[in-house]
């Protein structure tokens, strides 16, 4: 197929691999072509909701067949949950990632922290969005609003209530000008009921929440773009319970800014910011500048993400496991010392 005989088209949902594309004020149902399938590494390399492509029509312009992705500005990108291998795309060409919790038992501040990772990673901002604010009463929801900035340096939070419209505007504000944006979040923190109420009609499917934990059924089950009164775009998303951080790069310098700030007064300039002297981070802690949870937090995703990059660079593989043997080696010379001086 030729250059010629293909239009850009936006991609607008996406069932397992199935697609449905906007073009000149509506939308058809699209197909992958059989060559950009074949010649796909991964993924990575096929459409994803938010997408520009090139298409062709067909049956007088009423089917669309996608044959290549436009160059993109931004990736969410997450670990396919069914494989647990592949990197799996969830939306793309995104402004702003809107990280939903609800304050009900879905309010999850671990949960929130890994979604910042993945958001700022892809390229595009995130903004916190708090929902069920009728179900936190006060002095609980200032404490969690508060524990949330702590968690989101530099980041906007937006704290509604989706059945009374509280604090809804705030988020119409921030769609405003055409910008597209997606929703991420556990199921039932509210992503499909607040889409409802920005769009101002039954756009999105909701349902039910437990009480016994605040989880809901995922009434998502595919990704889809919603285009709202306000000029915005918003790419809904089906609830995401684990968010594993193997494909992160850079996001975790930007959610913990503080602590990369802190950082550069550190003696050595690799330093773990465990027990190594002149550690400005351990004591920022130690002077309560600095919440030692933060700190927890840091760590704990960074070695997750180490993890993971060492178990996929052979280098890195070989580098960690002399330093597992000389670590060995040491601790067997320092029983040999202890038992030649006790005269063993």
Same mark, same amino acid.
């Given at each position: ?14 069932q ?9 004020g509506r939308e058809l149902?699209?197909?992958?072509c ?7 590494a ?7 909701v ?5 298409v062709?029509?067909h ?9 290549g992705v436009?160059p993109? /500005?931004s990736?969410?990108?997450r ?12 939306a793309?060409?995104i402004?702003?990632i809107f990280?939903?919790?609800?304050l009900?038992?879905? $309010?999850?501040?671990a949960r929130?922290?890994?979604?910042l ?16 604010k009728?179900l ?5 929801l ?8 702590r968690?989101a ?13 509280e604090g809804?505007?705030?988020?119409a ?9 997606c929703?991420i ?9 607040l889409?409802?109420?920005?769009s101002g $009609? ?15 059924r995922? /009434?998502?089950t ?5 285009f709202l ?12 319970r684990?968010?594993?951080?193997? $494909?992160?790069?850079t996001?975790?310098?930007a959610?913990? /800014?503080e602590i990369?700030?802190?950082?550069k007064e550190?003696?050595f ?6 027990s ?7 004591a920022?802690?130690g002077k309560?500048?600095?919440p030692?949870?933060?700190? /927890? ?6 070695k997750?993400m180490?993890?993971h990059?060492?178990?996929?660079d052979l280098?890195?593989r070989i580098?960690?496991k002399?330093k597992s043997?000389?670590?060995s080696r ?6 040999v010392?202890?038992?030649k001086?006790?005269?063993?």
């Amino acid at each position: 197929m030729s250059e010629k005989s293909t239009v850009p088209a936006l991609v607008t949902a996406e069932q397992r691999q199935s697609f449905t594309v906007y073009l000149e004020g509506r939308e058809l149902p699209a197909s992958v072509c059989g060559k950009l399938l074949g010649e796909a590494a991964s993924k990575l390399d096929l459409p994803v909701v938010g997408d520009n492509v090139a298409v062709s029509l067909h049956d007088n312009g009423e089917k669309a067949v996608i044959h290549g992705v436009l160059p993109r /500005t931004s990736l969410l990108l997450r670990k396919e949950a069914a494989t647990g291998k592949d990197a799996q795309p969830l939306a793309a060409n995104i402004a702003k990632i809107f990280i939903v919790m609800g304050l009900d038992e879905s $309010y999850n501040i671990a949960r929130l922290e890994r979604l910042l990772v993945a958001a700022w990673d892809s390229g595009a901002a995130p903004v916190v969005v708090l929902t069920k604010k009728d179900l936190c009463p006060e002095p609980a929801l200032r404490e969690k609003i508060s524990a949330v900035e702590r968690a989101a340096p530099g980041v906007e939070v937006v704290c509604l209530s989706s059945v009374s419209g509280e604090g809804v505007e705030s988020v119409a504000k921030l769609l405003g000008g055409g910008i597209r944006c997606c929703f991420i979040g556990s199921s039932g923190a509210g992503k499909s009921t607040l889409i409802n109420r920005l769009s101002g $009609y039954e756009a999105a499917q909701t349902g039910p929440v437990r009480t016994s934990d605040g989880r809901g059924r995922h /009434t998502t089950t595919s990704r889809h773009l919603y285009f709202l009164p306000c000029g915005g775009q918003i790419i809904d998303t089906p609830g995401i319970r684990e968010f594993c951080l193997e $494909y992160a790069q850079t996001g975790l310098d930007a959610s913990f /800014t503080e602590i990369e700030e802190l950082a550069k007064e550190c003696r050595f300039q690799d330093c773990s910011h465990n027990s190594e002297p002149g550690c400005a981070v351990v004591a920022a802690v130690g002077k309560g500048t600095l919440p030692a949870v933060r700190l /927890t937090s840091y760590q704990k995703l960074k070695k997750e993400m180490l993890h993971h990059e060492i178990k996929t660079d052979l280098i890195k593989r070989i580098q960690a496991k002399r330093k597992s043997m000389a670590f060995s080696r040491l601790c067997r010379d320092g029983s040999v010392k202890k038992r030649k001086l006790r005269g063993g």
